[in-house]
Every structure is written in structure tokens, then in C-alpha cells.
């Protein structure tokens, strides 16, 4: 009868560290590139309608899942200045208080509050 052995500890560390390089890795690349096509199609929706307040709020949202979040906050001030009733005030006060702490300048920045 063949017998199987236990995997020793350092063929199961080998494995992990193939897992981790081949899946793990490959998964964050295809979600940097998901990330990019979303970038992509934003770009034109607002080439298409620079009126669009939707598109520069979700591309707040792309860069601030990538962790860019200076512009990510650019991006949400300029959605809420075009339709400050969609994007209201409450929204982008949110938003700030969410990436606050990774800002390079941290004072909130000069918006319109509209009632």
C-alpha cells in the first residue's frame, strides 16, 4: 500500500510562498487593472459630459480605494461643487473625515454648503 507522508513544515512554508506570489499577487494585478479600465471609462464619460458630477464622484471613489487620497478629495470637491444637492454636503464631509488622515494638507478645504 502506498503511504503518504506529512508535508514538513518547510515544504508547507514553500507552498504558501508559491500561493501567495502566484494567486494573492495575480489577484491584486487584476484589481490594479480593473482599477484602471474604471479610470479609463470615467475619463471618458467626462471627456463626453464634463457636467457629469457621477463620474468625477466615482472616480473620487476608484483613487481612493487605490489610496491616492489628496486626489480622491479633488475629486469629491468637484462633484459636490456641480450638484451639491446629489453630493451634498454631509456626503463630502464623509469623505473627508475618511481619508483625513492620509492627506498632505489636512484643513478641509473651501466648499459651498447648500441647504
Known amino acids: 500500500m502506498d503511504q503518504t507522508r506529512p508535508m514538513s513544515h518547510t515544504s508547507l512554508k514553500m507552498i504558501s510562498k508559491f500561493i501567495q506570489k502566484?494567486?494573492?499577487?495575480?489577484?491584486?494585478?487584476?484589481?490594479?487593472?480593473?482599477?484602471?479600465?474604471?479610470?479609463?471609462?470615467?475619463?471618458?464619460?467626462i471627456l463626453e459630459d464634463p457636467t457629469n458630477a457621477m463620474a468625477f464622484w466615482q472616480k473620487g471613489e476608484v483613487h481612493e480605494?487605490?489610496?491616492?487620497?489628496?486626489?480622491a478629495l479633488r475629486f469629491y470637491k468637484v462633484a459636490h461643487e456641480m450638484c451639491p444637492r446629489?453630493?451634498?454636503?454631509?456626503?463630502?464631509?464623509?469623505?473627508?473625515?475618511?481619508?483625513?488622515?492620509?492627506?498632505?494638507?489636512?484643513?478641509?478645504?473651501?466648499?459651498?454648503?447648500?441647504?
Open 65 to 71: 480605494a487605490l489610496g491616492l487620497h489628496d486626489r
Open 22 to 45: 502566484h494567486f494573492i499577487s495575480s489577484r491584486h494585478t487584476r484589481q490594479a487593472e480593473a482599477y484602471r479600465t474604471a479610470l479609463q471609462l470615467l475619463d471618458r464619460m
Open 86 to 115: 446629489a453630493y451634498n454636503y454631509h456626503d463630502f464631509v464623509n469623505a473627508y473625515d475618511r481619508l483625513k488622515e492620509n492627506l498632505q494638507n489636512k484643513s478641509f478645504p473651501k466648499i459651498r454648503q447648500v441647504r
